[in-house]
């Protein structure tokens, strides 16, 4: 049967709307077994036995994750002729002395690598990597079957504030050899203490286009330390509702990793999950595809249920990424699916970082927005479950993705604005409360909001604008709210430069938001007392 003669299998709208991804997860695996989709090349065999991808129906299950030899039944590819694409770097728990790198190639090789050395001429170390094969089925009669594998290594014992070169490969494809040169990255890890500038950048919802390209070369001039990426991040499924999202397609992962590869190989990618994010077919909490496909702290609650939930210092800051798919009130496919241990964890966290000496500053990123205007506007189930903790803990900076536009609040305390915070001030957390910032124009199509006078990168003067947020009966209500200060519909993404304090000046963030031209479209600093 060929993928033009597949039936469509995914789950109907009707259905979709109203199951949780467990459920869908659940549809799609019978359903496949069922009709007997998967024949050839021993796929029958691994839906029955849920050998080839997955446990059969265990809960959190992941890819296949095989040794250095990729799957020795298969015929011997010729290595030489296979070249390794879509690096991207993450730091690991402690980024002065991890980093984590992953890679992919488009076919099964053998005996894939890491090349390790202080110098370019000098990858002497060489280590093992770890393979993550994914398989997705043809969910719909106009997509092919994909078989993808993924490559990790793990790095751990690293010299803090050192630069390492590195180059991946397999037997082969040797990249520390003359003719391979060009293949090889860098990445510099962490500094030991906490005195001295540096940069980070941010955004959401990235996709494929030459608008996403554009911005991820705009963040290189950057040279940021790491970047945030808050979710819904290739759009290989393209509603991101539940109607349509077991039709997902797996190739756009590809093209994703291809296109970041400029950036990702150098700086580390730091992910967390929007409701794009969730695929059904590959685990019942739907992120069987990321754990495939990114190596990401684990010192969440749970890396297998919720592996986008994690936290890491770097320098004087702090940063927690959240899985807002587990609280939002909107898209409902994987609510409570963490059974409220992501937020129990979410209190120690910001307790614990709050105070750890050589913190000063809290970031927390994730996708739906606790305060926004855009088309999706403020989700309350993010304002009922987290916003109390950050103002528990002080946070300083929130940044979300989920409307694509950029967006900018005055500090909020208590659901209210405290004070105005117009371009180019600067707000003091412990007494006006927390920047809410949206940066989702990172290139997938940009939303407009829903006043119809948008305020194109100005300040807001006015008192109010009227928007909306989403409750837990699932329904949207009216909201006039007066915390909405900079508006921007274009392409852009967020630059924060923080700087240490050295008496007698406290410590800040310089938040600078870039259009794709180069433009800053908004800048304020977070200043908190020594």
């Given at each position: ?8 299998v995914?789950?109907?709208a009707?259905?979709a ?5 467990p459920e869908?997860?659940?549809?799609l695996r ?5 009709r ?15 050998g080839?991808?997955l446990?059969a129906?265990?809960a ?16 011997r ?10 690096r991207?770097?993450a ?8 980093m984590r ?5 488009p076919?099964?090789?053998?005996g894939?690598?890491?090349r390790?050395?202080r110098?370019p001429w ?5 280590i093992?990597?770890?393979?993550r ?26 010299r803090p504030d050192?630069?390492?070169y590195?180059?991946?490969?397999h ?9 391979r ?9 962490a ?6 500038p540096f940069v980070f950048?941010a955004f959401g919802?990235?996709g494929?286009s030459y608008d996403a390209?554009?911005?991820d070369q705009l ?15 290739c ?6 509702k ?12 590809d ?7 400029s ?7 730091m992910v967390t999950t929007g ?16 754990s495939?496909r990114w ?10 249920k919720?592996?986008?939930?994690y936290s890491?210092?770097?320098g004087?800051?702090g940063?927690?990424a ?5 609280v939002?009130?909107?898209?409902r496919?994987?609510k409570g699916h963490?059974?409220?241990a ?8 910001l ?5 750890r000496?050589g ?14 205007t855009?088309?999706?506007a ?8 987290w916003v109390?903790?950050f ?14 536009v950029?967006e ?5 305390k208590?659901?209210k ?7 180019g001030?600067?707000?003091d957390p412990?007494?006006?409360g ?5 940066a ?14 948008s ?6 003067e006015?008192?109010?604008v009227?928007s909306h947020?989403?409750?837990k ?9 007066g ?8 392409f852009?993404?967020?630059?924060v ?6 008496r007698p000046e406290p410590?800040k963030?310089?938040v ?6 180069g ?12």
């Amino acid at each position: 049967m060929t993928p033009g003669d597949l039936p469509n299998v995914g789950i109907p709208a009707h259905l979709a709307e109203r199951m949780s991804m467990p459920e869908q997860h659940e549809y799609l695996r019978a359903r496949l077994s069922r009709r007997g989709v998967l024949r050839t090349g021993g796929a029958a065999g691994a839906l029955a036995t849920g050998g080839l991808l997955l446990g059969a129906g265990s809960a959190g299950a992941e890819p296949r994750r095989a040794g250095p030899e990729l799957v020795r039944t298969r015929p011997r590819v010729d290595g030489s002729l296979v070249a390794p694409f879509g690096r991207h770097l993450a730091l690991g728990a402690d980024p002065r002395t991890e980093m984590r790198v992953s890679w992919q190639v488009p076919l099964p090789v053998r005996g894939p690598y890491l090349r390790l050395g202080r110098a370019p001429w000098d990858l002497g170390e060489r280590i093992e990597a770890e393979v993550r094969e994914l398989r997705t089925p043809s969910l719909a009669k106009d997509l092919p079957e994909v078989e993808q594998y993924y490559l990790h290594v793990a790095l751990d014992g690293l010299r803090p504030d050192t630069t390492y070169y590195y180059g991946v490969g397999h037997e082969g494809f040797d990249p520390a050899t003359a003719e391979r040169v060009s293949t090889l990255g860098s990445f510099t890890t962490a500094p030991k203490g906490s005195g001295d500038p540096f940069v980070f950048t941010a955004f959401g919802d990235q996709g494929v286009s030459y608008d996403a390209l554009a911005n991820d070369q705009l963040i290189l001039g950057q040279n940021p330390a790491f970047h945030l990426h808050a979710g819904d991040i290739c759009y290989a499924d393209s509603t991101g509702k539940g109607n349509s999202s077991d039709t997902y397609d797996a190739r756009v992962w590809d093209q994703f990793l291809a296109q970041t590869e400029s950036v990702a190989a150098r700086v580390p990618w730091m992910v967390t999950t929007g409701n794009h994010d969730m695929e059904a077919w590959y685990s019942p909490n739907g992120y069987g595809g990321q754990s495939a496909r990114w190596s990401l702290p684990e010192n969440g609650p749970d890396s297998r249920k919720a592996p986008g939930v994690y936290s890491f210092v770097y320098g004087n800051v702090g940063v927690v990424a959240l899985d807002a798919n587990d609280v939002s009130y909107q898209i409902r496919a994987n609510k409570g699916h963490t059974d409220g241990a992501q937020t129990r964890w979410l209190d120690r966290t910001l307790r614990e970082l709050r105070a750890r000496d050589g913190v000063d500053f809290i970031v927390a990123f994730f996708h739906h927005c606790a305060y926004a205007t855009g088309l999706h506007a403020s989700d309350g189930g993010v304002r009922d479950e987290w916003v109390g903790l950050f103002e528990k803990h002080g946070v300083d900076l929130v940044v979300n993705g989920h409307n694509h536009v950029y967006e900018r609040t005055d500090p909020v305390k208590g659901g209210k604005g405290t004070r105005k915070l117009s371009f180019g001030e600067t707000t003091d957390p412990t007494r006006d409360g927390i920047v809410y910032v949206t940066a989702g124009g990172a290139g997938k199509d940009l939303y407009g909001f829903a006043v119809p006078d948008s305020y194109e990168g100005e300040v807001n003067e006015r008192d109010s604008v009227l928007s909306h947020y989403w409750t837990k009966s699932g329904l949207p209500v009216p909201d006039r709210v007066g915390w909405s200060r900079v508006r921007y519909t274009g392409f852009s993404f967020l630059a924060v430069r923080s700087v240490p304090g050295k008496r007698p000046e406290p410590p800040k963030l310089e938040v600078t938001a870039l259009a794709q031209t180069g433009r800053r479209v908004d800048h304020f600093t977070v200043r908190r007392p020594s």
